[in-house]
């Protein structure tokens, strides 16, 4: 399996309608990424309506086994709103010619927002994505951000096991947005990766040390957002320096911050190696 790097990539903005960056110019970030040394690609199938997914299996494509690519799947879009992505040229074309930073597609997603939980469908949506992404596995996949009781369920774990054990997800868990569901995925003993955000990640007290004796990986994820007293820069060195935290993933469309960032993860390792 790929070794983890202390700095991911997010493309949660790659393919969106509200990014007005080219297909390309993600696709060469992902690339930069990799030969920065950042090798942990973290991505959904929600994320520009899969659009996402397609760009960063090209941007990897015979670099495979230099990259740890994690998604995630739980998480629809209704029928009219998957339909908007055949036209998303013309719509992005339309919402660069309206003034404001907000726009109607991106105000209208969460009301558009679906959830399938069942066993049958997340291992569909495990397929689709190993489709989009052009490859036969992911390092990691995740349930993306569901409800307490569907991270407890012992009937979903068991699913994403099988798909471990067929080497479809080398790594399975659970995206967890709260402590609750956080304490629930630890319930399940087949779980082995969380990815948890900035204000879990501070408050875990004793969960700690019951996520690091059983040697669960652990993504941190919008610590810059949620650190505003903080530059990027220091929320990011911060995280990484957090003892629960194996890979920080961080969200940007410029090379140069992806650099600044990506050395302050290299300054860390060497300081872990002392």
């Not at 991911?8 to 007005?20: A, C, H, Q, W």
């Not at 991505?43 to 998604?71: K, L, N, P």
């Not at 699913?159 to 479809?168: E, F, S, T």
């Not at 995925?185 to 700690?208: C, F, H, I, M, S």
């Amino acid at each position: 399996m790929t070794g983890i790097t202390r700095l991911g990539l997010g493309g949660s903005k790659f393919g969106s309608f509200g990014n007005p960056a080219p297909a390309a110019e993600s696709e060469r970030l992902v690339r930069i990424a990799l030969d920065l040394g950042v090798n942990v690609i973290d991505t959904a199938s929600i994320y520009g309506q899969g659009d996402s997914e397609r760009i960063i299996g090209r941007a990897i494509a015979g670099r495979r086994d230099t990259a740890f690519v994690v998604t995630k799947g739980g998480q629809t879009f209704s029928a009219k709103y998957r339909l908007l992505r055949t036209a998303k040229p013309l719509v992005r074309a339309l919402l660069a010619r309206r003034a404001g930073p907000a726009n109607t597609v991106t105000a209208q997603r969460s009301e558009a927002m679906r959830a399938d939980w069942r066993p049958r469908a997340i291992v569909a949506s495990l397929e689709a994505s190993l489709r989009r992404l052009r490859t036969d596995r992911v390092e990691a996949f995740l349930l993306h951000s569901p409800p307490a009781h569907v991270a407890g369920d012992a009937e979903l774990a068991l699913a994403l096991v099988a798909a471990r054990a067929a080497g479809k997800a080398l790594r399975i868990g659970v995206s967890c947005d709260d402590l609750a569901t956080l304490d629930a995925a630890l319930d399940q003993p087949g779980y082995d990766t969380l990815e948890l955000p900035w204000n879990v990640l501070t408050t875990l007290g004793k969960r700690a040390e019951t996520i690091a004796a059983r040697g669960h990986l652990v993504l941190a994820r919008e610590v810059v957002t949620q650190q505003p007293g903080l530059t990027p820069a220091q929320a990011v060195a911060r995280a990484i320096a957090h003892p629960a935290v194996a890979c920080t993933v961080v969200g940007t469309g410029r090379v140069e911050h992806l650099r600044a960032l990506a050395a302050i993860a290299r300054g860390s390792n060497r300081e872990a190696a002392r």
